[in-house]
């Protein structure tokens, strides 16, 4: 089974930008990051076919945050642009991942994949 490691995580103020790496120790047909705030559910953010690099990025957060992959290198990135405190929460990717109509990205069912151990992500105001 796959095994997945993020980094990149940290604390920034308002505005500013980070960028997540997701790496894998082997091959990955598609990754998705997603977050979780305290007393909140998990949120898919994003998610990327790496074969052909199609991706979906949750309306939440279009237009400040990209996800992108290097497969020579089994990463799977997430830039993050223009924070705001709202985006707060420990980030984790996870394989595969699928985009539903309606819903979003999910990651994989227990026992079908493979998830991260997560980076907190604080922003402040």
């Known amino acids: 089974q796959v095994q997945l490691e993020e980094s990149g995580g940290g604390s920034v103020q308002s505005g500013g930008s980070l960028r997540l790496s997701c790496v894998a120790s082997?091959?990955?047909?598609?990754t998705g990051w997603f977050r979780q705030a305290p007393g909140k559910e998990r949120e898919g953010v994003a998610c990327?076919?790496?074969?052909?690099?199609?991706?979906y990025v949750a309306d939440s957060v279009k237009g400040r945050f990209t996800i992108s992959a290097d497969n020579a290198k089994n990463t799977v990135y997430l830039q993050m642009n223009n924070l705001e405190p709202e985006d707060t929460a420990v980030y984790s990717c996870?394989?595969?991942?699928?985009?539903?109509?309606?819903?979003?990205?999910?990651?994989?069912?227990?026992?079908?994949?493979?998830w991260g151990q997560g980076t907190q992500v604080t922003v402040s105001s």
């Open positions: 082997g091959f990955t047909y598609s």
């Open positions: 996870a394989t595969p991942c699928s985009v539903v109509d309606g819903v979003g990205a999910l990651g994989p069912e227990a026992g079908f994949g493979s």
């Open positions: 990327i076919s790496q074969p052909d690099g199609t991706a």
